[in-house]
């Protein structure tokens, strides 16, 4: 059974750094890429950024371009997110996704983790 | 990276089937057959209905089918039941520099 486990969100004050993790188990992980979905509080699933199976091709939504960082260790079956100068809008449960293929080519989203939370307020 | 626009809303009794939109551009929606829908409960992960515009994954309802015509993507599903009542939201790729877009989400409601 496939399984993503989100940790590492909390709350943070603006401009500050947090580096969230997702643990995946069930399959393997190195011929999948792997996605960073958020939602912010009553909102809608906005896609944040995605790494391709080898870490060859990577990819960040503009609204957090610049700001963070996707990073996936295949040898722990880890997929990171490092989340530099947080603003208020950052503040969201952020979901790990794996997409149905091993490359950042078309594909969808075939399983969710259950999201961490990251709350950006001072 | 705009997102798709789906209406806000969406209704039907039991038993009725219901469409819902989702109107993308000529950069996503219409030129990719890589829409996806996803189903999302109340405090729950979203889940994969819909791919590749009409596709179903193992497991999900054939109530459920998708179309595309030019920038405009729709789920359709028919013989509402009360378990289908959820937000929707659609997705497609958007090429290799804006990756993935979402719409804003259709909250479905069985009267």
């Known amino acids: 059974e496939v399984q993503l486990v989100e940790s590492g969100g909390g709350l943070v004050q603006p401009g500050r750094s947090l580096r969230l993790s997702c643990a995946a188990s069930g399959f393997t992980f190195d011929d999948y890429a792997m996605h960073w979905v958020r939602q912010a509080p009553g909102k809608g699933l906005e896609w944040v950024s995605g790494i391709s199976w080898n870490s060859g091709s990577i990819g960040y939504a503009d609204s957090v ?44 989203f075939d399983s969710w983790g259950q999201g961490t939370l990251v709350t950006v307020s001072s | 990276q705009s997102a798709l626009t789906q209406p806000p809303s969406a209704s039907g009794s039991p038993g009725q089937s219901v469409t819902i939109s989702c109107t993308g551009t000529s950069s996503d929606v219409g030129s ?80």
């Not at chain 2, 039941?81 to 909250?107: I, M």
């Open chain 2, 32 to 111: 990719y057959y890589y829409v996806s829908w996803y189903q999302q409960y109340p405090g729950k992960a979203p889940k994969l209905m819909i791919y590749e515009v009409s596709k179903r994954p193992s497991g999900v309802p054939d109530r459920f089918s998708g179309s595309k015509s030019g920038n405009t993507a729709s789920l359709t599903v028919s013989g509402l039941q009360a378990e289908d009542e959820a937000d929707y939201y659609c997705s497609s790729y958007a090429g290799s520099n804006n990756l993935r877009v979402f719409g804003g989400g259709t909250k479905l409601t069985v009267l």
């Open chain 1, 65 to 108: 371009k610049g700001r963070f960082t996707i990073f996936r260790d295949n040898a722990k079956n880890f997929l990171d997110l490092q989340m530099n100068s947080l603003r208020a809008e950052d503040t969201a449960l952020y979901y790990c996704a794996r997409y149905s293929g091993y490359d950042l080519w078309g594909n969808y």
